[in-house]
């Protein structure tokens, strides 16, 4: 009986050591297993979020686009309103290659022109003006081609008459072409153009005047046009030769 209690003990020890060994096993394993899955705790420097990105594209949100498109426009039209201002100026010292650069822009070529108009003050710089113009085959308008008119009426003759018909007629301006047309006529009555025949003026007036746009022939300013240069035309056809 005695021996049956001592195994028995031994039997009982043995069964509560197993336990506490399995139950320190299994605590020690949830605990690593806790610690792994657990995520790291962020730093202080990952506390706070990013600040907006500087690049291309301001953190890639539509907001972001948005704004760096709005600032290469600005750039742009920045640029531009420089770039017009350089070149107005340099038509304003007398810079007549302002016509080709602006040439695009019909309003930046028609201010370029007129600062280059004001700037022809006599007769030799506006000539040397009408000759890079037609020289270059660029567009001619109203205020040039007054300036020529306004040039012709201080000392008509045979050469400057076609010249100033030819500009008149390259304005498409039909107001301005009878303006010319008027004048020649004027100084053609008053012996101012020698050497210049009934017919051969007939001919120049009729010629210039189909280099008028059909809009400017057939518009009311046309009309009046038309009647001036039948009676011009009647006039010359009755004229000795």
Partial sequence: ???WLKNHAVVVAKMVTFLITSFFILALAAIVIY???KPAAPTGIDLLPPPPGRGLFIDGTS????LVLAEAQEQAIAAATQERAELLERAKNGDKSTLQEAIGNKQLYEEALNLLVAGADSDPKLLSLVSHVTRHELRVNANLAASQISSYRRAPDRNS???TLHLAALSDD???YQTAVELVMQSWRAGQL???SALELRFILDGEFWILSSATRSSG??????RT????RRELEAAPE
């Fill in 174 to 176: 039909a107001v301005v």
């Fill in 194 to 196: 020698s050497g210049v």
């Fill in 1 to 3: 009986m005695a021996g």
């Fill in 63 to 66: 907001e972001g686009r948005a």
């Fill in 229 to 232: 240069l039948a009676d011009a």
């Fill in 221 to 226: 300013a046309g009309f009046l046009l038309k």
């Fill in 35 to 37: 610690f792994w899955q």
């Fill in 161 to 163: 008459t076609a010249k």
